[in-house]
């Protein structure tokens, strides 16, 4: 019988695989995961927007003060009109009482020059037009406009019922107005325009019977016939025009003026509280009993 020979494995090679079978023997440990952490409640208290139209806030040419540029500064003074209650009712959106109020006077045609103002806001009547807003900032409306005719009662054109009737007649009105712009489009009289560098000029031609009739904005019409112009008379008022086009007065600020929303602001709450409505109840109530020229 022949017996199989007997493998002897070298030492290194046993103590090899016995390590080997050891190591696998052995479960690598696995670690053990730190505990969740307990959430923690955080309440964030929102930081207060401030009012940027807060009158501590607002950058007007003299601290604490507000100035209003105006043409005609009696107007303003005497605290009596539309324009005059206007101003003093925006003054109040603003938080500036009347004491706090300073009145410049500026020129109408410098109000809406480019450049820097004497004013931080400006109230003359100026009909909003697009070519003014490219120089300075005009506010939102504050009184959608019809132009009349002022003429003294004793001229044969207070008769004038038509725009037709109109015609002939010899008229003027301030330049750079929608006034002048009236007669030359709506009116398109047959006889040369007369042009004034402010409408108090052309009253003083008006009283001195130079002109037969003197086309201003309602409102100026009103003024003119109850305290510039003994024995004058509102002969007539042109239809308003609709629609977002249409002409309106607007207060002129410097181009890009940061009053200019705030302004906005004041003349939007006027309206929504019904004192604009009121100012011109008051002041111009006798509107609807102005004729409206036909054709």
């Given at each position: ?129 697009a ?62 325009t ?24 309602l ?29 309106h ?26 004192t604009l ?19």
């Amino acid at each position: 019988m022949t017996r199989r020979p007997v493998r002897i494995l070298s030492l290194p090679l046993l103590a090899a695989m016995i390590a080997s079978c050891s190591a696998a023997a052995t479960p690598t440990p696995v670690p053990t995961p730190p505990p969740a952490p307990t959430p923690i409640s955080v309440t964030i208290t929102p930081t207060p927007t401030a009012n940027p139209c807060d009158k501590s806030l607002l950058k007007t040419l003299t601290a604490g003060k507000l100035t209003i540029g105006t043409d005609n500064i009696q107007r303003l003074l005497s605290g009596q009109g539309f324009e005059s209650a206007v101003a003093y009712a925006v003054a109040g959106k603003l938080d500036y009482a009347n004491a706090d109020v300073v009145l410049t006077v500026v020129p109408f045609d410098d109000s809406y020059k480019p450049g820097a103002k004497p004013f931080d806001f400006y109230l003359a009547q100026v009909s909003y037009t697009a070519d003014r807003a490219q120089q300075v900032d005009m506010s939102d409306g504050y009184y959608f406009v019809a132009q009349a005719v002022v003429s003294l009662a004793a001229n044969p054109i207070a008769g004038a019922k038509s725009i037709a009737d109109l015609k002939n007649y010899k008229i003027g009105a301030q330049q750079g107005t929608m006034a002048y712009d009236t007669i030359q489009n709506v009116i398109a009289p047959s006889t040369k325009t007369s042009v004034y560098d402010s409408n108090d000029a052309a009253i003083q031609a008006l009283k001195a019977q130079q002109i037969d009739g003197l086309v201003v904005d309602l409102p100026t019409a009103f003024d003119i016939t109850s305290t510039q112009l003994d024995n004058s008379v509102i002969v007539g008022q042109f239809p308003v025009a609709q629609g977002a086009s249409a002409e309106h007065f607007s207060l002129v600020l410097a181009k890009g003026s940061s009053m200019t929303t705030c302004v906005n602001s004041a003349i939007a709450s006027l309206n929504a509280d019904g004192t604009l409505a009121q100012i011109i109840t008051q002041w111009l109530s006798e509107k609807a009993s102005v004729p409206i020229f036909t054709q």
